[in-house]
């Protein structure tokens, strides 16, 4: 199993050899392309070979591209992932919208759950309040509890000071974080056979990842719980490397213990499930190791 993240920091030159990722910096590094399960290329002056490109394509490796000031800003994503495209293209068109509501429903209760989680663990009374958003959660989220929740969730997390719209370290991180896990998700959803631009909630005109937006929902917890134990004085390669690092932390899904990579995996896969069988029982969320 897929394993390693390979983050390249540097001035470097990359190219494919013998089933080898071929890492040419000052000395040569070689990675087994079975090891690998992220690609995170940091710095733009890295040149790459096309038939690295192609091979990590085939193998389904996520790579991921930051700009100038090292912020992810695109990613690999294959044209076909799975040998059925076609026919999950047009289940996924098939989708009812009111098993999307209700599946979107599922998404926000269980996103706001781990919201209330870890405002419980720090000790803070609004966990309450986030209890009871739970409970007010109508198909499709019409009254917006999400929104509801997030404000009071990250003001109690952050300060009343603090607004996502903020310039800090500490958007910068959970920026830097959500894209990761976004990027993964985007990943998933191609490889699972279905578009990426067609989502259950989101329906952005402008968003190639509607659907990889819904999904990640749930997921952005392990960002936040991360960056609220980081000491952010400066926001840097260190900081940047342990955000990419939550993909390899274990969680509890279907069971067993698994790194949030397979997680994601497993969780999507019971979401299209859901919306195909129109069974929301289906659905696999995680829950934290203790």
């Avoid at 290329?41 to 070979?49: G, L, R």
């Avoid at 800003?73 to 009111?98: C, N």
């Avoid at 894209?179 to 989101?202: D, N």
């Avoid at 991360?226 to 932390?249: C, G, H, P, T, Y």
């Amino acid at each position: 199993m897929s394993w390693r993240t390979i983050v390249i920091s540097n001035r470097a030159k990359l190219d494919l050899q013998l089933n080898y990722l071929v890492i040419r910096m000052d000395t040569v590094t070689k990675v087994h392309l079975s090891e690998i399960s992220v690609l995170l290329i940091e710095s733009t002056a890295v040149s790459i070979t096309t038939s690295l490109l192609a091979e990590l394509t085939k193998k389904k490796i996520k790579v991921i591209f930051c700009d100038e000031k090292r912020m992810p800003s695109s990613q690999l994503v294959a044209f076909y992932g799975s040998h059925d495209t076609s026919q999950k293209y047009k289940k996924q068109i098939a989708w009812s919208e009111e098993m999307k509501k209700l599946v979107w429903s599922e998404i926000v209760a269980e996103k706001i759950r781990k919201q209330a989680e870890f405002l419980k663990d720090l000790e803070k009374v609004e966990s309450n309040l986030l209890q009871q958003y739970i409970e007010e959660i109508k198909p499709g989220d019409e009254s917006n509890r999400e929104g509801h929740a997030a404000k009071v969730y990250f003001n109690a997390l952050f300060g009343m000071d603090f607004s996502r719209t903020l310039e800090s370290n500490i958007n910068a991180a959970l920026n830097y974080g959500y894209s990761i896990i976004l990027s993964t998700f985007a990943k998933e959803v191609v490889a699972q056979g279905y578009f990426t631009q067609l989502g259950v909630f989101h329906d952005n005109m402008f968003n190639e990842f509607n659907l990889a937006c819904d999904l990640m929902e749930p997921f952005r917890i392990l960002v936040d719980r991360k960056v609220a134990s980081m000491n952010l004085v400066e926001f840097d390669s260190k900081e940047k490397r342990e955000l990419v690092d939550i993909l390899n932390q274990t969680v509890c899904i279907d069971g067993n213990s698994e790194y949030v990579s397979k997680a994601i995996r497993i969780y999507s896969k019971s979401v299209f499930d859901a919306l195909n069988d129109g069974d929301l029982s289906i659905i696999k969320f995680y829950r934290n190791e203790l």
